[in-house]
């Protein structure tokens, strides 16, 4: 089972993407976070495999965060909605396994956590900052070109469990 915590600001976003990962037979989500804060303190407590967090976020950021957690055994996914320069460098240097769009693919969520917990490292290709060497990156990046988007999924998932979307 692949122990999950996941944090994020936008409270109806959190519990979505729980419920959506809790659906996973091999996931579960063991614990939800506002902010960054919130997700060191349950990333310490808690000892899950993966913390997928929101980039901007209030006490402490998503990379803030990440940067913390480099010496923890806890795989770190960012999610953020557009790039940022300087954003994937840090990531990078955070030791970031996942750097992926909100709109990223709706079925690579759960494949992606899969592919990292394999060993794998996974970044959207819109992410990734324009001037890079390869010599800045140790594991060629996986990426995913598939339609759809975690946004649209989660909407798809309240429409059907009754959830307000908007």
């Known amino acids: 089972m692949i122990?999950?915590?996941?944090?994020?600001?936008q409270a109806l976003l959190l519990e979505a993407m729980g419920n959506?990962?809790?659906?996973?037979e091999d996931i579960e989500v063991v614990g939800q976070a506002g902010n960054g804060l919130e997700a060191l303190t349950l990333v310490k407590k808690l000892q899950p495999d993966v913390c997928i967090m929101d980039i901007e976020m209030p006490?402490?950021?998503?990379?803030?965060?990440?940067?913390?957690?480099?010496h923890?055994?806890?795989?770190v996914i960012i999610l953020t909605t557009f790039a940022r320069p300087g954003y994937?460098?840090?990531?990078?240097?955070?030791?970031?396994?996942?750097?992926?769009?909100k709109d990223d693919p709706s079925e690579q969520l759960a494949s992606s956590i899969r592919s990292i917990m394999d060993g794998k490292r996974i970044f959207s290709d819109e992410l990734m900052d324009e001037v890079t060497s390869e010599d800045s990156i140790s594991q060629?990046?996986?990426?995913?070109?598939?339609?759809?988007?975690?946004?649209?999924?989660?909407?798809?998932?309240m429409d059907k469990i009754?959830?307000?979307?908007?």
Request: hydrophobic content about 35%; charged content about 30%.
């Open 3 to 9: 122990r999950i915590v996941i944090a994020e600001d």
């Open 20 to 24: 959506l990962l809790n659906l996973e």
């Open 59 to 70: 006490e402490k950021t998503g990379l803030e965060a990440a940067e913390e957690l480099q």
């Open 72 to 75: 923890i055994n806890c795989k």
């Open 88 to 101: 994937y460098q840090r990531a990078m240097k955070a030791d970031v396994r996942g750097y992926l769009l």
């Open 140 to 157: 060629k990046p996986t990426h995913h070109n598939k339609t759809g988007s975690v946004r649209n999924y989660l909407t798809s998932i």
């Open 162 to 166: 009754k959830l307000p979307t908007g």
